[in-house]
């Protein structure tokens, strides 16, 4: 039943009293009671609402055995990361004040040169049957310059260093790379070191570099880095007899070098540099299948310094195949970029050789059936330029 009761001189509602809904509230306040008590498997009641277990943490023994081998793990590789890149700072230090002094010339520049030229040595030790540690052997290491080579900054250094030393000082400078030219040149940093000992020495006065290079050719023309050495040889020493025998081992892989990302390179600074046998076996390459090869963009990079460097009777058979080509070969040149590319140098050909087909050449670029595919780009529209000039130079010619 509801009542009225006065409380502080105010009626208020009172709330319902009924045997029911007292006896609902009790229930619920022992079921709150109770579930604050966990129990036992042997029916005993322990207080606190969790187990001794679950009170350990989340996880088995074992995997918490594997989250602390992860955490030793990732602390380790925290202290060689922080240890790397301390000794990274001290080199690039190093390197900044062994430039100060090589550029500062003088006293500073020789004392600089005699630390770089001094070998490093290593100091082995072994413990002997006492468990005592006993002094073994000192080996001599190549000191600072097999370091700078491979560093940043320091590869620098050793480049400074060559060009301002003499070149006996050069010389010995460059023997401390004795035995690891290949790593060096694999590396983004010591191969321009290995460029600039081909540049500024003789190869009779650093002979180790080519000895180490002697039966990896192809592996160096087609590599990265290993594309720009081949180059430093052929631009400074290809009349010697031993960059010679190397050219003559890659010749015969002349067709997969063509293609080749990095080989092409070389097989360009052969056609500069390079005799006249080695020219003459490129081109009997470039000749096989030219049209298709032409549309290949490391291919029309040859073929354009074939244009410009080969003798001309090689000239003339390159381009009398192209001239061979139908009208619908023409067009597909003219669709593609590097085929273009490949026209204009047939078009800019030196005149002796273009002579006797310019003409020809001229009138089937302006048919019908290929004009519209160079007007169709930029590139052919280049070509259609020069056809233009070349036309109006012929007028101009035969008018006056």
Known sequence: ?????????????????????????????????????????????QGGGQSKSSRRGPGSAKD??????????RNRQEKQQVQQQAGEDRMAWLAGRYTQYLEAGGENCTEALAKLQSPGCEQYWARSPAGDWEFQRTVET?????????????????????DVADRRVAAELAARLRGA??????????????????????????????????NLGLALACHEFGCRV??????????????????????????????????????EFVLKHGSPHHKSR???????????????RSVAYVIEKALLLGSKEDQQALISDFMAASEDEMAALAKSQYGCMVLRALLRSPRTCMQPSST???????????MPYLQSTKHGRRVSSMLTCMEDGRHADGSS
């Not at 918490?64 to 793990?73: A, G, L, N, Q, S």
Request: net charge positive; with cysteine.
């Open 142 to 162: 190549p000191g600072l310059v097999l370091d700078f080579a491979f560093h940043k900054k320091g590869c620098r250094v050793v480049q400074l260093a060559l």
């Open 230 to 267: 081949f180059c430093r040889f052929l631009e400074h020493w290809a009349g010697d007899e031993s960059i010679i025998q190397l050219v003559d081992s890659i010749l015969p892989a002349t067709g997969d070098l063509i293609i080749h990302e990095y080989g092409h390179h070389v097989v």
């Open 64 to 73: 918490r055995r594997d989250r602390k081998k992860r955490t030793e793990e």
């Open 360 to 370: 020809f050449l001229q009138l089937k670029l302006m048919s019908s059936s290929v």
């Open 1 to 45: 039943q509801k009542f009225q009761s006065r409380v502080g001189g105010e009626t208020t509602r009172g709330v319902d009293m009924s045997p029911s809904v007292v006896g609902s509230a009790m229930t619920q306040a022992s079921w709150t009671t109770a579930s604050s008590i966990s129990h036992v498997g042997d029916g005993s009641f």
């Open 181 to 214: 030219v290949v790593a060096a040149i694999e590396s983004p940093h010591a191969n321009y070191v290995i460029q600039k000992i081909i540049k500024v020495l003789s190869l009779q006065e650093a002979p180790f570099i080519v000895d180490e290079l002697r």
């Open 282 to 296: 490129i081109f009997v390459e470039l000749r096989k299948d030219p049209l298709r090869k032409a549309l290949v």
